[in-house]
């Protein structure tokens, strides 16, 4: 099994940047493509960025241009930079495997401020 802890989530003013952690352990040899995604108060998980073992990415539209997905080699790392961050990027934020996502992290807050 893989286990997942975000760390880097904040509040910060609208226009910022965060840059958010996923650390991975136990079976990550069978990582293939890994994402980030959040869920705002009310609303649905959604995914928000995604990278394979190629390293391809796919970004919501709703990111794309401001947030950038990146891992180690290894995947025992997986990170999501963040800039000109908007009031409707609050949420928490998670990592998780795809396509079958394993057990769910605590996620890490990010509240960002008009």
């Known amino acids: 099994q893989v286990q997942l802890v975000e760390s880097g989530g904040g509040l910060v003013q609208a226009g910022g940047s965060l840059r958010l952690s996923c650390a991975a352990s136990g079976s990550i040899y069978s990582i293939n493509a890994m994402g980030w995604y959040r869920q705002a108060p009310g609303k649905q998980r959604e995914l928000v960025a995604r990278i394979s073992s190629g390293s391809s990415t796919y970004y919501a539209d709703s990111v794309k241009g401001r947030f950038t997905i990146s891992r180690t080699s290894a995947w025992n790392m997986v990170y999501l930079q963040m800039n000109s961050l908007k009031p409707e990027d609050t949420a928490v934020y998670y990592c998780?495997?795809?396509?079958?996502?394993?057990?769910w992290g605590q996620g890490t807050q990010v509240t960002v401020s008009s």
């Open positions: 998780n495997l795809l396509p079958r996502p394993v057990g």
